[in-house]
């Protein structure tokens, strides 16, 4: 009895078993036609094709150019082939993770998934019913190139590589050299002459090589083409690398799920890969049907250095002497132009400039009306839209988005201008201590207690004997005794003095 129990137990247990395994199995295979799918599709989705010429080239490495034709490459998606896609996962760069061209490793420091703010103050300056700005200066090293070091750095450990490669006038090396220090990869930067002090610092500190060539990132960038020809380096050069239009349009796709799409996405240009990476990637998502509009892109340069504009202008040039304070988008030649081009025309958008005065007061607005300190490359974006606003060219009910690419700590260009403000406002305080001195005594002789009494004890004693002793020195106050007190008396110099100050002030 008990051992036919035992028998019909057993044999119950083996079916049970065996039922387990087939579900197993069942389950198993359909893990791996998933993963055969997703692969398939990503294979798709990393094609890399030639702009001019189309033809479809090896994913990997990324190169620049079409070896045939010279064109531009960029990475394409069939929106037909890929299908129905969710982004899923926490909101960060990753999470668009589908719409990427396939990488194996992740390298990440949690980088994107930045805050849209809704400008409220800003936007009534302007007059503008809906303004977001798109803080970028959130990432881990502050700025947006955080996303293309992730991907970058992404596939060089795919690819194991072991040192990039990087011309930059700033952002690009500063994201880079930190992911490459977190993933210890060998990080090589050519900077030009002039590179913001604060990027500088953060290569420096992430422990970068910094090789200095050309005065404008132009000729550091053949400089890195050639050395990565030379030695097989990783090229992440932005302008040379497609990957990074692809890791930089996650930022339109943010923005699709935090906002919607806006009537216009106003962007800097320096060698116009940004602009055109926004662009794409509300095109994707467009193809996708995830929206149902596109945004016109207004692409905004300095005055002193605007090729792309003067395209738009189509009073195309070389410049002669590129200038401007906003060195992040300081790029003569700029190998994007195109593309920049192609998103402005396509989207019905627009390109312009804007003086480095129009930046700084811009820089400056952004700070005190909304709490960002911006670097000055985006506070173009919002001079811009000054402008576009004074000649209607915005409406005052479309919507507007900013994109503020990096942190204003990183540009110390800024920074010395506003301490030396500082300084000029303190000597303007200094000023006016003397001036206050000057007419209390031209009313009547005074002895220095009594100054010091009568300017409201503003300040110590000693400093107000130090600012006599100066009036002293330079003749426009003398002293005498009188019942034991040091009088001081205004002398005719310290009278003129007085009467130049009033004439300015009537000036002002
Ligand atoms: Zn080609």
């Known amino acids: 009895m008990l051992r036919t129990w035992y028998i019909v137990h057993i044999k119950k247990i083996a079916y049970a078993s065996r039922l387990k395994v087939f579900v197993h199995m069942f389950f198993l295979h359909v893990k791996i036609y998933e993963a055969m799918f997703i692969f398939m599709r990503a294979t798709l989705l990393s094609s890399l094709q030639c702009t001019r010429c189309g033809k479809n080239l090896d994913a990997y490495p990324p190169k620049s150019h079409c070896p045939i034709c010279g064109g531009l490459v960029e990475y394409v998606i069939d929106a037909e082939k890929v299908g129905e896609i969710k982004f899923t996962g926490e909101f960060s760069f990753w999470r668009y993770r589908p719409l990427l061209p396939k990488v194996k490793n992740v390298a990440t420091m949690r980088e994107g998934g930045t805050p849209l703010y809704k400008a409220e103050r800003l936007s009534r300056n302007f007059e503008l019913s809906t303004l977001y700005l798109k803080d970028e200066t959130r990432n881990p090293t502050n700025s947006f190139r955080d996303r293309s070091a992730a991907l970058m750095v992404s596939n060089i450990l795919d690819l194991n590589m072991t040192t990039a490669i990087c011309a930059t006038n700033g952002n690009m090396g500063a994201s880079l050299a930190a992911y490459c220090a977190k993933y210890g990869i060998n990080c090589h930067v050519i900077i030009p002459k002039i590179v913001d002090m604060g990027k500088l610092a953060q290569m420096l500190v ?267 020195n330079r003749g426009m106050l003398t002293s005498y005794i009188e019942e034991g007190k040091k009088y001081f008396k205004i002398t005719d110099r310290g009278k003129r003095v007085l009467k130049a100050i009033d004439e300015v002030k009537a000036l002002l």
């Open 206 to 472: 992430y422990d970068a090589i910094i090789e200095e060539h050309g005065e404008t990132v132009d000729e550091s960038i053949r400089r890195a083409e050639l050395l990565a020809e030379e030695t097989g380096w990783y090229q992440a050069t932005p302008e040379l690398n497609p990957l990074v239009i692809e890791a930089q349009k996650t930022i339109a796709f943010e923005v699709a799920e935090q906002f919607g799409v806006p009537d216009w996405f106003i962007v800097s240009m320096g060698s116009g890969g940004t602009a055109y990476s926004v662009w794409k990637g509300f095109n994707e998502l467009y193809d996708l049907n995830k929206i149902n509009a596109l945004p016109k892109i207004l692409g905004v340069q300095a005055e002193g250095c605007s090729p792309i504009v003067d395209a738009y202008l189509t009073a195309e040039g070389d410049i002669e002497k590129p200038s401007t304070h906003a060195i992040g988008i300081l790029v003569a030649k700029p190998l994007q132009k195109e593309l920049a081009l192609n998103a402005i025309k396509s989207s019905k958008g627009l390109a312009l400039s804007v003086s480095d005065q129009e930046i700084f007061a811009a820089e400056q607005s952004i700070a005190r009306l909304e709490g960002i300190f911006a670097e000055p490359a985006s506070s173009g974006t919002i001079a811009a839209l000054k402008k576009a606003r004074e000649e209607s060219i915005i409406d005052k009910d479309e919507s507007v988005i900013c994109l503020i690419t990096g942190s204003g700590l990183k540009a110390t260009d800024v920074l010395q201008a506003l301490s030396k403000k500082r300084k000029s406002a303190m000597l303007g305080a200094e000023f006016s201590t003397k001036e206050k001195i000057l007419r209390l005594l031209s009313e009547r002789d005074r002895y220095g207690y009594e100054i010091w009494k009568d300017l409201r004890k503003t300040m110590t004693r000693s400093a107000i004997y130090q600012h006599l002793n100066e009036l002293y």
